[in-house]
């Protein structure tokens, strides 16, 4: 036992369900005991399986097959009373679905040439202020950002300048909507650009690169001040950037760490704790993390100027649940500890994480 004497964390595999598709994305349905599973059927359709946790098991209420294959969802931009989910498929296209009558899209979009990789909303869900929005990312090299109550145009398009090469954006994240006006998007490429995109000024406020594939970034809050941001990549690296302090000419400060040999898919934040953070691998296995503040968060540097100073990341536990990659990953909102993960061995696992209180 660790020498302040209390248990480690365990992640339990509480359910498993194995399902005859490729599956890309799993979501919990906030306020209940429901999940989504999206994904792609064997010959080539897309489909939308819902879920409810029924004591040890899954129970399928519903199923959905759609024309194309369904990357991504989220309920970011949803309000709570209609929990409409946002996907984004393989078509370009970005679909808004009332679950309760999901034939046919509320809304629906040809957003992007090629498929979209990555989605996510904010603004809804009473998490963050201001309108709510939905951001798309996508092969075509363009990141888009939507506002369901107006149809067919984006409010923005963050593309590359003429003559500069397109980059497949891999993943996208809001933050910093903590008024009314300020909101920021977080792109990741498949060339290790990440880009930081301040939708009040309509400006590129930041851009770094980590030298590897971005394949997953998030903020650790949506509706907070910029706090931290967590990057993957396909090495098996992720960087935890400090986003609190901007330095004039070094960005942000942060740590590193590896975490495997194999592709980091995706970074999810505990919603009722964001310094704790799990990592999903492409060798099937779970990374639950801690980050620790430094004693200061930021110095001057010898011109006076303001930087930040990175923490650490301690491992607090890892499991391996799969032979195959572990593609998505959602903590419930609403109960502490609860999370669904899918993977390309065809089995979506809902897992339950112990003594979370405690770390």
Known sequence: SSSSGLEPSQVVAHVQQA?????FDCKWVPRSARLL?????PRGCGLLQLYELRGGRLALLREVEKAKPIKCGTFGAASLQQRYLATGDFGGNLNIWNLEAPEIPVYSVKGHKEIINSIDGVGGLGIGEGAPEIVTGSRDGTVKVWDPRQKDTPVANMEPVEGESKRDCWTVAFGNAYNQEERVV??????????LFDLKTMSLRWETNIK?????????RKDVNMNKLVATSLEGKFHVFDMRTQH?????ASVSEKAQKSTIWQVRHLPQNRDIFMTSGGAGSLHLWKYEYPAH???KDSEGAEMGVAGSVSLLQNVTLSTQPISSLDWSPDKKGL???GAFDQTVRVLIVTKLNKV
């Open 19 to 23: 399902v005859p598709y490729t599956l």
């Open 297 to 299: 968060r930021s110095k």
């Open 212 to 220: 590897n594939g971005v394949c997953s970034v998030e903020f650790d």
């Open 186 to 195: 977080c792109a990741g490429y498949d060339n290790g650009d990440i880009k």
């Open 248 to 252: 004039p000419t070094k960005g942000f």
């Open 37 to 41: 599973c999206l994904g792609s059927a």
């Open 339 to 341: 999370c669904v993960c």
